[in-house]
């Protein structure tokens, strides 16, 4: 019958009780998908059944992935396809590092690309955050690098102009799209990417609009890039960096969503 076992110890301290672990199953078209989970018993032992799923996609690899009391990974098993047999992964032994506290690991042990005197204000207000986007933007000089949730091009602003804008007349403002196209035409090297969901348009995802935009946009050099993922499973990281230096962590997405697209700018 297919099952999986681990045994899951942390270094030091021994059996890691009540651990959630999931079993994901990786799909061609859709990427990786949980199907079921269970949680570690006193001793650290983990028996699933997938008995179920093994009968329904035979071929299709499996992966087993433990998750601390916050959610976060921190293990990951070998990729396995189910067999009629027992599939034992044996004892593994966690470091503490990777199974709690705020450094993050990379489930190695060691916060090896922690860096020093670093400074991070917290932006409240996006007319606070997003000016400082455009301030930040503005002053690069050597490279800026976006990896963007959405980036609804032609329907926001990072600034009103003037602020608050005028009932009744076309608003305007600052683009960041602009702002963008602006520094890479001053040598600014300018990669994007994209969250994109494969088969769908907007306003699922914006990655065919922004492609568009830089294509028509000529002359210019931003390398736009899509990041493919499921529907159920987004990229939602947002955050721009600007010469190795300087990064700004976006909470809100840049995103119009139920306007229609020629009336975005009367609004």
């Given at each position: 019958?297919?099952?999986?076992?681990?045994?899951?110890?942390?270094?030091g301290?021994?059996a890691i009780s009540?651990?959630?672990?999931?079993?994901?199953?990786?799909?061609p078209t859709?990427?990786a998908m949980?199907?079921?989970?269970?949680?570690?018993?006193s001793?650290?032992?983990?028996?699933?059944?997938?008995?179920?799923?093994?009968?329904?996609d035979?071929?299709?690899q499996?992966?087993?992935?433990?998750?601390?009391?916050?959610?976060?990974?921190?293990?990951?098993?070998?990729?396995?396809?189910?067999?009629i047999?027992?599939?034992?992964?044996?004892t593994?032994?966690?470091?503490?590092?990777d199974?709690r506290g705020?450094?993050?690991t990379?489930?190695?042990?060691?916060?090896t690309?922690?860096t020093?005197?670093?400074r991070?204000?917290?932006?409240?207000d996006?007319a606070?955050a997003?000016?400082?986007?455009e301030?930040?933007?503005?002053?690069?000089?050597?490279?800026?690098?976006?990896q963007?949730?959405?980036?609804?091009?032609g329907?926001?602003?990072l600034r009103?102009?003037p602020?608050p804008?005028?009932?009744?007349?076309?608003?305007?403002?600052v683009?960041?799209e602009d702002?963008?196209l602006?520094?890479?035409?001053?040598?600014?090297s300018?990669r994007?990417?994209n969250?994109f969901?494969?088969?769908?348009?907007?306003?699922?995802?914006?990655?065919?609009?922004?492609?568009?935009f830089?294509?028509?946009?000529q002359?210019n050099?931003?390398?736009?890039?899509?990041?493919?993922?499921?529907i159920?499973?987004?990229?939602h990281?947002?955050f721009?960096?600007v010469?190795?230096?300087?990064?700004v962590?976006?909470?809100?997405?840049?995103?119009a969503?139920?306007?229609r697209r020629q009336?975005a700018?009367?609004?």
């Amino acid at each position: 019958m297919p099952t999986v076992k681990v045994k899951l110890l942390e270094a030091g301290a021994g059996a890691i009780s009540n651990m959630t672990v999931r079993v994901w199953q990786f799909d061609p078209t859709v990427g990786a998908m949980p199907l079921l989970s269970g949680v570690t018993d006193s001793t650290g032992q983990l028996s699933i059944n997938v008995l179920l799923f093994a009968l329904q996609d035979p071929l299709k690899q499996m992966e087993l992935r433990a998750e601390n009391s916050v959610g976060r990974e921190v293990w990951r098993s070998a990729l396995f396809v189910p067999t009629i047999l027992t599939q034992d992964f044996g004892t593994v032994t966690l470091p503490g590092a990777d199974l709690r506290g705020l450094l993050v690991t990379n489930l190695t042990g060691t916060a090896t690309r922690l860096t020093t005197n670093n400074r991070a204000t917290p932006l409240v207000d996006n007319a606070v955050a997003w000016a400082e986007i455009e301030t930040v933007v503005q002053v690069a000089v050597s490279s800026l690098l976006l990896q963007m949730f959405y980036f609804d091009v032609g329907n926001e602003f990072l600034r009103f102009d003037p602020d608050p804008p005028t009932t009744d007349v076309p608003t305007t403002g600052v683009r960041l799209e602009d702002l963008v196209l602006t520094r890479n035409r001053a040598g600014v090297s300018v990669r994007i990417l994209n969250r994109f969901a494969a088969s769908l348009d907007y306003p699922v995802h914006t990655a065919r609009e922004v492609r568009q935009f830089f294509t028509d946009q000529q002359p210019n050099t931003v390398a736009v890039r899509d990041f493919v993922t499921s529907i159920r499973f987004p990229m939602h990281a947002k955050f721009i960096v600007v010469d190795d230096g300087t990064g700004v962590i976006i909470g809100s997405p840049f995103f119009a969503g139920i306007l229609r697209r020629q009336d975005a700018c009367e609004h």
